[in-house]
């Protein structure tokens, strides 16, 4: 870490302003070379005007200087932050600058990496970071903004609490460094003793991780963009359907089955959630020509990345729907389209192919009910109480849950308690795993990084 990492901090395009940002040792003394000042002359946490020449002397910009001195810093190292005007011109020249005097191009999330390495985020921290940047809807933000506060860690924290307590009055030697402190329990009184009070904490440790899980799918949706797809045979109504959710003629209609062949997809929103719907080509089993055959494997792609799908049944009748592959997490809505030729309106909410959500794109009977069931599908229960967790935080809780389940199970059917506190013990690891940082696992730091920028 000894090197000092410089990168632009602001993606590349005309702003108003842009940042280049510097950490490491020489930060601070690098950019008074810049400047033509001396590092005193940079205060901590103040913001100084400066003139930044090149080496030859040239101007290349006014700026301001904001100098953080570590600890106190985002990196925990000496900070600097560079503000220009914003040309990538400029941003490039300040950068080539730097690393001219000595400095390293950083890599993507090298500055959080940083941050985490000298403790100054916790991995949940920095898994709630990247759901900020990345979050695309204000209930997404939301989310994210409590992890970074740190609900999730403490949840976790409390996960793992219970599991060491539990472990701990399981087996009778207990060697779990750093965790045994907080644990009393007295000597020769086990839980392997009482079987049903065993089972009790378990049950009790499977309730606070499985609602962690369970939500994953939906929660994560709203922290991209949800992706809302049409789905449904040739002519049923899709790009009418498509456009009246959309309020406007995107999408080709005509009364020739197989119109649409590629998909399209349109933003749409809704109560503060910003969606992305698509709309498809119509799924026949034998399809007429190579482009029809083409379109159809475009619809099946766009299913598979669904959020959620409007599954279309034109008229309300059932047997028009072709098989929906549905995927874990996904969620359907039923739509019946045209039941304005219908002689009797279907009722329902939308949740099976028996009580499909009558709409009919002609008259625009529906529609808003349509709308506002879809918002509901994603908004409905972000209440205080529900956390986001990362993939791979909810790979882990995954596993977790699974090793909790096999232990009520083992329980259930008398097993050893030696064998009950083995999956005790693997639960407890994948918890532990989520909250201190892993010493070795390079492969695991990389991916709570992924998809950070250079200067994050
Ligand atoms: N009466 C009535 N006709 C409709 C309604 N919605 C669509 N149609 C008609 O049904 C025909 C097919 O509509 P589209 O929206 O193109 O259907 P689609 O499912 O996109 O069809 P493909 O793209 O070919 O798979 C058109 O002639 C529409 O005018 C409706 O609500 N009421
Ligand atoms: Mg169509």
Known sequence: MADTIVAPATPPGISALAMVRLSGPRAVEMVAELSGLSRKEFEDRHARLVELRDQEGELIDQAMVTVYLGPRSYTGEDLVEITLHGNPLLVELVVEECIARGARLAEPGEFTRRALLRGKLSPDQVEALGQVITARTRHG???ARRNLAGKLG???SQIRQELVETLAAVEVVFDYPGEAADVSYQEGETLADEPELLGERIERLIGLIQPLVEDYPRLSALSREPRVVIWGAPNAGKSSLFNALLGRERALVSPAPGTTRDYLEAPLELAGL???VVDTAGIREQAGEEVEEKGIRLAEKQLGEADLILAILERGEPASLPPIPVEEGQAVIYVATKVDLMEKVPQ???SSPEA??????????????LRQRIARHFTSEVGEDRLLVSRRQYESLRRALAALEQAREGLRRGVEPD???LDLRAALEEVSGLLELPGASEAVIAEMLRGFCVGK
């Not at 499909?356 to 009910?369: Q, R």
């Open 141 to 143: 933000l939301r989310l």
């Open 154 to 156: 403490e949840k976790l």
């Open 274 to 276: 910003r969606l992305s």
């Open 348 to 350: 329902g909410e939308g």
């Open 356 to 369: 499909p959500l009558a709409t009919s794109s002609l008259t625009g009977l529906g529609i808003e009910e």
């Open 419 to 421: 064998l009950v506190a």
